[in-house]
């Protein structure tokens, strides 16, 4: 006879799995099998009509090594990502500050510092195109009325991934105030009731208070900023297409221009391997560093 008890475990067991199926489908389907092909893809030479592409190993890997505009694009995109990735995280704290205080035309200012997410990444690039423009783009007019130079914001290499990444902190910082925003009106009134009867200042209550209370949203824009400085290149495409001199290229525009321009679809996949181990790590570091001294209640 059968035992009941395993009937009830065998039950559970395939009701887990059939509700776990569809989530499984999709990571294997846009997640695993990709991620194997790549990999496998990584491990063959550039093939032509002429000549067949053959197994090499690691021999890609070892190129990409060697190769010195991969190692300047990474640094570009490490400088790229250590400029936008605080100044957006600092820049959305203060505007949701701003804006969860009783100010007037509070809605207003709301919707001013949302408005740059809600625009495409190719109308924010020809937006500020014009900005950046020699001659007479508006930042030269400006300084031209106090005797500055004009300046090719996006033609000299000084200058070129400065102006970028001024581009993208004005366009994510209103979207992660959105969750600070959220999250600072789940803030119980009476924390701040109590600090003021015990004499502690603004800064004391948002020190102590506040910014403890905001760490697990400050995780997860981070996590969503550090995904953000790999994975956009729209607005590169219209401001500086990776130039002057590569001075502005970051990773995934160099994984585009190899696999589509140069057609080197095994030297691509081998950076798209080398981006997802970087991107493993620190996934790796959020839940074994990060995530436990974070203070979710």
């Known amino acids: 006879m059968t035992d009941p008890l395993k009937l009830e475990r065998r039950r559970r067991a395939i009701h887990g ?28 030479s ?30 570009n995109n490490l400088l790229y990502a250590g400029v936008t990735i605080p100044a957006s995280i600092a820049i959305a704290l203060i505007m949701a500050l701003w804006a969860n205080s009783r100010i007037p035309a509070r809605s207003f200012i709301r919707t001013a510092y949302f408005t740059p997410t809600v625009l495409p990444m190719i109308a924010a690039g020809n937006l500020w195109l014009f900005f ?31 102006a970028i990444c001024i581009v993208t902190i004005w366009k994510e910082a209103g979207f992660f105030m959105v969750f600070y925003l959220a999250a600072l009106q789940t803030i119980p009134p009476d924390l701040k009731e109590a600090a003021e009867i015990e004499g502690a200042s603004r800064w004391t209550y948002l020190r102590r208070i506040v910014l403890p209370l905001l760490m697990p949203t400050t995780l997860f824009i981070f996590v969503n ?10 607005h590169l495409f219209i401001l500086t297409k990776g130039g002057p001199s590569d001075s502005s290229k970051l990773i995934l525009y160099y994984i585009w221009e190899n696999a589509f321009a140069y057609f080197d679809r095994p030297a691509a996949a081998a950076m798209t391997v ?12 959020q839940f074994l560093v990060l995530d436990r001294r974070t203070h979710y209640q």
């Not at 799995?17 to 063959?44: C, D, G, I, Q």
């Not at 783009?137 to 000084?158: C, E, M, R, T, Y």
Request: glycine share 6%; proline share 6%; net charge neutral.
């Open 17 to 44: 799995w059939l509700l776990l199926s569809p989530a499984l489908a999709m990571l294997t389907v846009f997640a695993l099998y990709p991620s194997v092909a790549t990999f496998w893809t990584s491990l063959w």
């Open 46 to 75: 550039r093939g032509t009509r002429r000549n067949p592409s053959e197994f090499i190993g690691l021999e890609n890997y070892r190129a990409l090594l060697e190769d010195p505009t991969f190692w300047k694009v990474v640094w």
């Open 132 to 162: 950046y423009t020699p001659s007479f783009g508006i930042l030269n007019k400006i300084g031209a009325l106090f005797g500055a130079p004009s300046v090719n914001w996006l033609g000299q290499p000084d200058t070129a991934l400065w």
């Open 225 to 234: 900023a550090m995904i953000n400085s790999v994975k956009l290149i729209d």
């Open 274 to 285: 080398f981006v997802l181990i970087v991107l493993g790590l620190l996934a790796a570091f």
